[in-house]
């Protein structure tokens, strides 16, 4: 199949690559297996482990 970013504010990459600028569509790009699809911004948790505050 293929992905095409339509002027998203945070990005669609795939394998890393992101399809195009903020202000621009970027051309349909082909999805093949294997490859891995991101959108927008990582988010990540931080979590700790020990007692909790009382």
Do not use: M, W, Y
């Given at each position: 199949f293929f992905l095409q970013d339509t002027?998203?504010?945070n990005g669609t990459?795939?394998?890393s690559q992101r399809?195009?600028?903020?202000s621009?569509?970027?051309?349909?790009?082909?999805v093949l297996s294997?490859?891995?699809?991101?959108?927008?911004?990582d988010?990540?948790?931080?979590?700790r482990k020990g007692s909790r505050p009382d």
């Amino acid at each position: 199949f293929f992905l095409q970013d339509t002027k998203s504010s945070n990005g669609t990459f795939i394998n890393s690559q992101r399809l195009s600028r903020g202000s621009e569509e970027s051309l349909p790009c082909e999805v093949l297996s294997g490859d891995i699809i991101q959108f927008g911004v990582d988010v990540t948790e931080n979590t700790r482990k020990g007692s909790r505050p009382d």
